[in-house]
């Protein structure tokens, strides 16, 4: 699926790879307008396991540690294993909730439960039944120049997205929200208003580079997970960086090395110049100064020059 997207991606006229859905650009080689109204009456289980969090920010990382925490949870056999991805496979279900033609979300009622739902969206662009529902979501962010870095990597080398003639140009791309997805700023500012409520987690990429196995903890706790002490050595081993990115040509196909390109911390020192830093921190501090999140993604650690 992931090829065949690839390559539809290389052959589609650039005007044509992005649409406008509510204000919010997406793209068009994965997403329709007609997905995104279908998506409005999507029906969430209680016991969905929902991930969140905007593009580069880390989804995939993230993904992988909470399915081997879920699985080794439920302690499915190796034949239920197979079923799962089966059905997956079968129903031509997509990584991101976003992602398909409108009846996707007709064959997803199909697939066994605990659904793992990743998407790239914020709070107020997900369907009404995900934020009444029982369900839990934990929500990934990562400091924003670091994302906005990665970001213009993945718009490069994606042929799925249009390409940025200059750094420059991309920066201003970026701090208007005219990229897939919108703004990051927007993104965050909507989650914060989401911070308090008992069924929803933040985790930041930075603390899992920091400590994994901690992190991991959390995530478990939060879902109800019961995972032991080496079972938690074993899905930090199986999930680093390295070992997904040695693996991800089989996992995501021709995708694998633009998905996996360097997974650090800081490397925005290498693009930002003096204002666009300035830029930054200031929207950073009129958006987001004070909130529960800009505490919780420790801006000051991670982004002072």
């Known amino acids: 699926m992931e090829d065949r997207i690839f390559s539809q991606g290389v052959n589609a006229p650039s005007e044509g790879l ?12 994965v997403s329709s307008p007609e997905t995104l109204e279908a998506l409005k009456s999507f029906e969430t289980r209680s016991d969905d396991v929902i991930l969140a969090g905007y593009p580069k920010t880390g989804t995939n990382w993230l993904e992988q540690m909470v399915r081997e925490l879920e699985s080794t949870d439920a302690k499915y056999t190796e034949e239920e294993m197979k079923e799962r991805i089966n059905a997956e496979k079968e129903l031509e279900t997509f990584p991101r909730l976003e992602f398909g ?22 709070p107020d662009a997900l369907p009404p039944s995900m934020l009444q529902s029982k369900a839990k979501i934990l929500v990934l962010v990562r400091n924003p120049k670091d994302t906005a870095v990665s970001y ?18 991309y920066f201003a791309a970026f701090m208007n929200g005219k990229l897939a ?14 911070i308090d409520l008992e069924r929803i987690m933040v985790i930041s990429y930075e603390e899992l580079k920091e400590d994994q196995i901690l992190g991991m903890k959390r995530i478990a706790a939060f879902f109800g997970f019961s995972v032991c002490e080496e079972d ?15 693996k991800s040509k089989e996992t995501h196909g021709k995708f694998g090395d633009i998905i996996f390109r ?44």
Request: aromatic share 16%.
């Open 18 to 29: 992005l649409f406008s859905y509510r204000g919010i650009l997406y793209p068009a080689t």
């Open 101 to 122: 033609d409108p009846e996707i979300y007709e064959r997803m009622k199909k697939l066994p439960s605990r659904r793992i739902i990743l998407t790239h969206l914020p």
């Open 232 to 246: 938690f050595r074993r899905i930090a081993e199986k999930t680093s960086f390295q070992a997904m990115k040695e």
């Open 262 to 305: 360097k997974g650090l911390v800081g490397k925005w020192r290498d693009f930002f110049s003096k204002a666009q830093n300035e830029e930054m921190d200031q929207k950073f501090e009129d958006c987001l100064g004070g909130t529960k999140l800009a505490a919780k993604m420790k801006y000051d650690v991670y982004c002072k020059a």
């Open 152 to 169: 213009y990597h993945f718009y490069n080398d994606m042929p799925v997205l249009p390409s940025f003639a200059s750094w420059d140009e």
């Open 181 to 194: 997805w919108g703004s990051y700023i927007d993104h965050l500012v909507e989650w914060n208003k989401y």
